[in-house]
Protein backbone atom coordinates (compact mmCIF):
# COMPACT_ATOMS: atom_id res chain seq x y z
CA UNK A 1 0.00 0.00 0.00
CA UNK A 2 1.60 3.35 -1.49
CA UNK A 3 0.58 6.57 0.44
CA UNK A 4 0.48 9.92 -1.39
CA UNK A 5 0.62 11.85 1.38
CA UNK A 6 4.14 13.20 0.96
CA UNK A 7 3.06 15.87 -2.09
CA UNK A 8 0.77 17.74 0.65
CA UNK A 9 3.43 18.90 2.73
CA UNK A 10 5.69 19.81 -0.47
CA UNK A 11 2.35 22.07 -1.80
CA UNK A 12 2.07 23.05 1.48
CA UNK A 13 5.87 24.64 1.97
CA UNK A 14 5.53 26.03 -1.68
CA UNK A 15 2.37 28.08 -0.75
CA UNK A 16 3.67 29.38 2.58
CA UNK A 17 7.08 30.37 0.53
CA UNK A 18 4.97 32.02 -2.27
CA UNK A 19 2.94 33.98 0.35
CA UNK A 20 6.11 34.80 2.38
CA UNK A 21 7.54 36.18 -0.93
CA UNK A 22 4.05 38.36 -1.92
CA UNK A 23 4.44 39.91 1.75
CA UNK A 24 8.22 40.74 0.73
CA UNK A 25 6.89 42.11 -2.70
CA UNK A 26 3.85 44.34 -0.99
CA UNK A 27 6.68 45.79 1.41
CA UNK A 28 9.50 46.37 -0.13
CA UNK A 29 6.40 48.20 -2.81
CA UNK A 30 5.45 50.38 -0.12
CA UNK A 31 8.52 51.41 0.96
CA UNK A 32 10.07 52.15 -2.22
CA UNK A 33 7.09 53.22 -3.83
CA UNK A 34 6.14 55.78 -1.17
CA UNK A 35 7.54 56.14 2.16
CA UNK A 36 11.25 56.16 1.41
CA UNK A 37 10.59 58.99 -0.79
CA UNK A 38 8.22 61.10 1.60
CA UNK A 39 11.31 60.27 4.25
CA UNK A 40 13.82 61.88 1.56
CA UNK A 41 11.73 64.51 0.83
CA UNK A 42 11.26 65.71 4.29
CA UNK A 43 14.64 65.08 5.13
CA UNK A 44 15.73 67.27 2.14
CA UNK A 45 13.35 70.14 3.18
CA UNK A 46 14.79 70.18 6.48
CA UNK A 47 18.22 70.59 4.77
CA UNK A 48 16.67 73.06 2.67
CA UNK A 49 15.10 75.44 5.91
CA UNK A 50 19.08 75.09 7.31
CA UNK A 51 20.43 75.74 4.67
CA UNK A 52 18.38 78.92 3.93
CA UNK A 53 18.31 80.15 7.77
CA UNK A 54 22.23 80.14 7.40
CA UNK A 55 22.14 81.54 4.12
CA UNK A 56 20.06 84.49 5.94
CA UNK A 57 22.51 84.88 9.07
CA UNK A 58 25.27 85.06 6.83
CA UNK A 59 23.65 87.57 4.88
CA UNK A 60 22.39 89.66 7.74
CA UNK A 61 26.08 89.51 9.64
CA UNK A 62 27.66 90.68 6.81
CA UNK A 63 26.00 94.60 7.30
CA UNK A 64 28.75 96.12 8.95
CA UNK A 65 28.49 99.42 11.90
CA UNK A 66 27.53 102.39 10.35
CA UNK A 67 30.65 104.37 8.94
CA UNK A 68 30.36 106.56 5.87
CA UNK A 69 31.58 104.23 3.18
CA UNK A 70 31.75 100.01 3.29
CA UNK A 71 32.87 97.32 1.53
CA UNK A 72 32.32 93.99 3.01
CA UNK A 73 32.69 90.77 1.17
CA UNK A 74 32.13 87.68 3.10
CA UNK A 75 31.80 83.95 2.71
CA UNK A 76 28.76 82.22 3.37
CA UNK A 77 28.76 78.14 3.12
CA UNK A 78 25.98 76.22 2.77
CA UNK A 79 25.53 72.63 1.27
CA UNK A 80 26.59 71.87 -2.35
CA UNK A 81 23.71 70.05 -2.78
CA UNK A 82 20.46 69.30 -1.41
CA UNK A 83 18.75 65.69 -2.29
CA UNK A 84 21.80 65.45 -4.37
CA UNK A 85 20.89 68.33 -6.87
CA UNK A 86 21.61 71.82 -6.98
CA UNK A 87 19.60 74.08 -5.86
CA UNK A 88 19.37 78.20 -5.99
CA UNK A 89 19.53 81.01 -3.39
CA UNK A 90 17.88 84.23 -5.14
CA UNK A 91 17.40 87.39 -2.82
CA UNK A 92 14.61 89.97 -4.06
CA UNK A 93 12.76 92.28 -1.51
CA UNK A 94 14.42 91.80 1.39
CA UNK A 95 13.58 88.30 1.01
CA UNK A 96 15.79 85.08 0.05
CA UNK A 97 13.96 81.93 -1.70
CA UNK A 98 15.50 78.56 -2.05
CA UNK A 99 14.43 77.07 -5.55
CA UNK A 100 15.29 73.27 -5.64
CA UNK A 101 14.04 70.68 -8.59
CA UNK A 102 12.68 68.86 -6.15
CA UNK A 103 8.58 69.35 -5.27
CA UNK A 104 7.96 70.06 -1.86
CA UNK A 105 11.77 71.08 -1.19
CA UNK A 106 12.53 74.92 -0.85
CA UNK A 107 11.47 77.96 0.61
CA UNK A 108 11.52 81.73 1.50
CA UNK A 109 12.89 83.78 4.79
CA UNK A 110 12.90 87.32 5.79
CA UNK A 111 16.19 89.51 5.88
CA UNK A 112 16.55 91.55 9.07
CA UNK A 113 18.26 93.78 7.87
CA UNK A 114 19.22 98.17 9.18
CA UNK A 115 17.21 100.52 7.67
CA UNK A 116 20.47 101.82 6.41
CA UNK A 117 20.55 98.68 3.45
CA UNK A 118 18.91 100.28 0.58
CA UNK A 119 18.28 97.71 -1.68
CA UNK A 120 19.28 93.18 -1.33
CA UNK A 121 19.91 91.37 -5.20
CA UNK A 122 21.62 88.76 -6.99
CA UNK A 123 21.56 84.82 -6.73
CA UNK A 124 23.28 81.82 -5.70
CA UNK A 125 23.09 79.51 -8.15
CA UNK A 126 23.77 75.58 -8.43
CA UNK A 127 26.59 74.10 -10.57
CA UNK A 128 29.59 72.64 -10.16
CA UNK A 129 30.10 74.49 -7.30
CA UNK A 130 33.97 72.62 -5.90
CA UNK A 131 35.66 75.62 -7.37
CA UNK A 132 32.93 78.30 -6.56
CA UNK A 133 32.38 80.14 -3.27
CA UNK A 134 29.00 81.82 -2.33
CA UNK A 135 30.02 85.46 -1.22
CA UNK A 136 27.63 88.36 -0.13
CA UNK A 137 28.71 91.35 -0.79
CA UNK A 138 27.66 95.17 1.06
CA UNK A 139 29.13 98.37 -0.42
CA UNK A 140 28.02 101.88 -0.29
CA UNK A 141 27.21 103.20 -4.04
CA UNK A 142 29.94 105.29 -5.65
CA UNK A 143 27.12 108.33 -5.91
CA UNK A 144 27.01 107.80 -1.54
CA UNK A 145 23.74 106.86 0.01
CA UNK A 146 22.73 103.37 1.93
CA UNK A 147 24.46 100.08 1.28
CA UNK A 148 23.73 97.73 -1.16
CA UNK A 149 24.11 93.87 -0.45
CA UNK A 150 24.51 91.58 -3.24
CA UNK A 151 24.90 87.65 -3.58
CA UNK A 152 27.52 86.77 -6.10
CA UNK A 153 29.64 83.83 -6.73
CA UNK A 154 33.41 83.48 -6.87
CA UNK A 155 35.56 81.32 -8.66
CA UNK A 156 38.84 79.88 -7.04
CA UNK A 157 41.62 82.15 -8.42
CA UNK A 158 39.11 84.77 -8.71
CA UNK A 159 40.98 88.12 -7.43
CA UNK A 160 37.65 89.54 -6.36
CA UNK A 161 35.46 91.94 -8.48
CA UNK A 162 34.38 95.00 -6.34
CA UNK A 163 30.76 94.73 -5.42
CA UNK A 164 28.82 96.57 -8.42
CA UNK A 165 26.69 98.86 -5.85
CA UNK A 166 25.86 100.61 -9.25
CA UNK A 167 22.90 98.40 -10.13
Same mark, same amino acid.
Not at 114 to 142: I, K, L, S
Given at each position: ???? +????????????????????????????????????????????? @????????????????????? +?????????????????????????????? !????????? !???? !?? @????????????????????????????????????????????????????
Amino acid at each position: MTRH +RASAPVVGKAAEAGIGVLVIAVFTTTLCGGVVPDARTAAASAVAD @RALEHAAAGVEASVPPPREHA +RVVRRVSVPATIRHRGYAITATNRTLRLRH !PTPGVGGTT !PLVL !PA @RVDRVRGDWQPGHRANTTWVVRVCTPESGGDLVVVLASRRAGDAGTRPGCSA
